[in-house]
């Protein structure tokens, strides 16, 4: 055999195991890991990124608040704000329960763990982590396509929005996360991650703590350019009434209610608060 002949067969086989190992990588987590049957959700972020990666039919019961897709609306309700019901769960026998590490209380937690029950934890703390955990979960899909496909238009659909609104310049902004007490979310909590992707500077960034109570004479000294409040709860605003003339946002009348059940949950569905938040960014921007 001649060195030609060599060479042209060294290539062949190294394009031959490049491609081999491009489909290892696809098919690999389909062989490790077991095919889902019986899901639970326990908190709502989890229950939508279930249907977005293929497993809405194999949910059996959810945590409160889980409303979107409409038909979660119907399933059983094993979690809350005060805890997760273990027993109903083991009732349930499920063989995937997916887990908000941030929200779901460490002691249930655990004794689901003990249970030997298999735990999936979803805690996305940046708006890639939403692609990453659609493409984690659907690996328990039987058609683990329809969640690769999710995150890889979610990641798409990111790349156009930083592209349409990538020459915006800072914008002081003050998001309410409550009013009684007076809260909002420091800089690297969920939801900054969005306003900071539309160009917004947080003015409690340096917060020691991740959802900080503040007063309204701090904000008056940080003086905001634009205040974020929730279309849920209408009463924030009251709180703003006799402030007018002293926060900037105020002043120039730039006050904007957000849809919180999109918002706080970080799922493809924060796409449409990205374009709701840059877009009004940009419209104050060109007012300067």
């Not at 849809?259 to 840059?278: A, F, G, H, K, W």
Request: glycine share 6%; proline share 6%; hydrophobic share 35%.
């Amino acid at each position: 055999m001649g060195s030609g002949t060599k060479h042209y067969y060294g290539v062949g086989l190294s394009r031959l195991m490049r491609r081999f190992l491009v489909l290892l990588f696809f098919i690999a987590p389909n062989i490790c890991i077991a095919k889902a049957e019986r899901v639970i959700s326990l908190a709502p972020h989890t229950t939508e990124l279930a249907y977005v990666a293929g497993l809405g039919d194999k949910l059996v019961a959810v945590s409160d608040h889980s409303d979107y897709p409409p038909q979660a609306k119907t399933l059983e309700r094993v979690a809350n704000y005060q805890g997760i019901k273990v027993e109903r769960i083991l009732e349930l026998q499920p063989d995937l329960v997916l887990v908000w590490r941030s929200g779901n209380s460490p002691k249930d937690i655990e004794k689901l763990k003990q249970f030997g029950i298999h735990l999936f934890y979803s805690d996305p703390q940046t708006l890639e982590d939403i692609a990453h955990d659609i493409k984690r979960l659907s690996t328990y899909s039987e058609f683990p396509q329809i969640g690769y496909k999710a995150a890889q238009n979610f990641k798409k659909q990111l790349i156009a929005a930083k592209a349409k609104y990538q020459k915006q310049h800072q914008v002081r902004y003050f998001y309410q996360l409550s009013s009684t007490p007076l809260m909002t979310v420091s800089q690297g909590k969920w939801p900054s991650e969005i306003f900071s992707f539309c160009g917004g500077e947080n003015i409690f960034s340096d917060a020691d703590v991740p959802y900080p109570q503040v007063s309204v004479e701090q904000i008056i000294v940080r003086n905001p350019e634009v205040i974020f409040t929730s279309k849920q709860s209408p009463g924030q605003t009251e709180v703003w009434q006799q402030w007018g003339n002293h926060i900037e946002a105020l002043k120039q009348q730039q006050v904007l209610p957000l849809d919180t059940n999109i918002l706080s949950r970080p799922t493809p569905r924060v796409i449409t608060s990205i374009e709701q938040i840059c877009h009004y960014f940009s419209s104050i921007q060109q007012k300067t």
